[in-house]
DNA sequence: CTAATATATTCCAATTGTTGCATATCGTCA
DNA sequence: TGACGATATGCAACAATTGGAATATATTAG
């Protein structure tokens, strides 16, 4: 391990990237208000039960969800409320565009002025 | 439009796509200080430059940040600081599973005993 | 103009995601 | 037990993405 890149990029990652789909965010959304069957969920998205089923298997697997069977039916339901706020936060990004204000790092390894202050432009 | 499916799980989906890689979450994380020229970037996480330079124009493209050129560098700073509530509601989730309460819908399309609590269990 | 440096873009092969179809599994009802 | 309803899973074809290599562009120096 060379290259450390940030703390968590992979799971982090990992975790939007089982977010980076329309219909699991809208069965994510339809789970706000609790338990929902199977059924329920493929009524409302209006796909087909295999598919729904399918995706309903990957958030499972990322343990965002889990299942309860009651009778016939197959119950869903969030067990990490934590993720609503990412798709809150997510919703919440509007093209407004806003400046950040400048650096402040210097590293040899980096040939540019900024790192090389001593040798910097035009002495 | 027959099934709508929560509003805007398309936009939300395409924003958690652009952040569902290691890299680019690292990216942006070294552009939490503020601006940064490529070779900067390149230096720090230890990529070559190309692959660099290519998820810097996916974040490009997905107008989270933008470039500055100065003289032979060209400088990348975040325009959308928002995207870091998001990268940190991420890191926040851990494995801790929580519980959520029951839900509370009724849908006619719907053949579940919720759905169609008349002719429910066992009379 | 030519060379050198910094960064971007294009091309490609390998991997991965999508989606329809068929089928398996499990519980219920008669 | 057998048929049926509700869900899950496996598979195949096709679309999209990924990361590497080579190459192109732009700026500065001479």
């Not at 089923?53 to 339901?77: E, P, T, V």
């Given at each position: ?18 977010l980076a789909h329309p219909i699991r965010i809208a069965i994510l959304d339809l789970l706000r208000h609790g ?32 299942d309860r069977r009651d009778g016939m039916n197959i119950f869903y339901r969030v067990i990490r409320p934590e ?41």
């Amino acid at each position: 391990m060379q290259n450390r890149q940030g703390s968590g990029s992979e799971e982090s990652a990992a975790i939007f990237k089982t977010l980076a789909h329309p219909i699991r965010i809208a069965i994510l959304d339809l789970l706000r208000h609790g338990e929902e069957c199977v059924c329920h969920i493929e009524a409302i998205l209006g796909k087909r039960q295999a598919y729904i089923s399918q995706q309903l298997a990957i958030l499972r697997a990322a343990q965002i969800i889990i299942d309860r069977r009651d009778g016939m039916n197959i119950f869903y339901r969030v067990i990490r409320p934590e993720i609503y706020a990412l798709l809150d936060a997510a919703r919440a990004l509007s093209p407004l565009p806003t400046a950040t204000p400048p650096p402040m790092i210097r590293l040899e390894s980096c040939p540019c002025p900024k790192c090389t202050p001593e040798v910097a432009v035009t002495d």
